[in-house]
């Protein structure tokens, strides 16, 4: 079965600088949300999307932005790099039910660093 | 905020041996979700809750989520190698709007041979 795809699956940038990362959910999937897990941590909710709308907000830095595309893929865009932010960032989709329990599928994740 | 409390943060157990980790949340959840990951890997989904009281199977693995629907476990019976990694269960509750997963800190096993 297709799963979320993720790219890049591994980012190095440098202090300051801005970083794209993309997921394209399952197909019919209309829901994509990102999560951030640090080293050792358990993964944070970032944020999320349904129909291309942001849906639900967690701890998503100000110098995060995201969006959803027709297609239903996402696009995370990080600027003002800080070494802190370094993590694997997961995607994860879902199809959206009336009563509200859809299960999350993970992507494998993209790996950044900054230096 | 709402928490999801989850206990032991590492268990090690010899091969065959019994497993169980327990979560907690402070307020009621709307569903829980369990997931395994692996070293370098990511969140894989093992199964949902969402009734009060359900209890589930999965070959040697059973979940329960509590009647108060605040508190859940996974049990694993005879443990082998395979079963290594981190346990998380993570809480959804319940509000509009409410979609990103609340994760517990997760339960590392480690399986002796």
């Known amino acids: 079965a297709a799963g979320v795809i993720q790219s890049p699956r591994h980012l190095i940038k440098e202090k300051r600088e801005t970083a794209t990362l993309k997921c394209y959910p399952i197909p019919r999937h209309d829901t994509v949300y990102w999560y951030q897990q640090g080293p050792g941590q358990d993964p944070q909710f970032l944020i999320s999307?349904?129909?291309?709308?942001?849906?639900d907000k967690g701890s998503i830095p100000d110098r995060f932005s995201a969006q959803q595309f027709s297609d239903y893929h996402s696009e995370l865009n990080m600027s003002s790099l800080e070494l802190g932010d370094s993590a694997l960032y997961f995607c994860a989709s879902s199809r959206r039910t009336s009563w509200g329990l859809e299960t999350q599928y993970f992507g494998p994740g993209t790996r950044l660093l900054v230096l | 905020g709402q928490q999801v409390m989850q206990i032991p943060q590492y268990q090690h157990v010899q091969e065959g041996e019994d497993f169980t980790t327990y979560c907690n949340s402070s307020t009621t959840l709307s569903n829980i979700q369990w997931y395994k990951q692996r070293p370098g890997g990511h969140p894989v989904f093992l199964i949902q809750?969402?009734?009060?009281?359900e209890v589930k199977k999965q070959k040697r693995l059973t979940f329960q989520f509590g009647e108060a629907k605040k508190n859940s476990s996974l049990h694993i019976t005879a443990t082998q190698t395979t079963d290594v990694g981190t346990y998380f269960c993570a809480g959804r509750y319940s509000g509009g709007g409410a979609d990103g997963l609340t994760f517990g800190k997760g339960t590392h096993l480690i399986i002796q041979p």
């Open positions: 999307f349904y129909e291309k709308m942001q849906s």
């Open positions: 809750l969402v009734k009060s009281g």
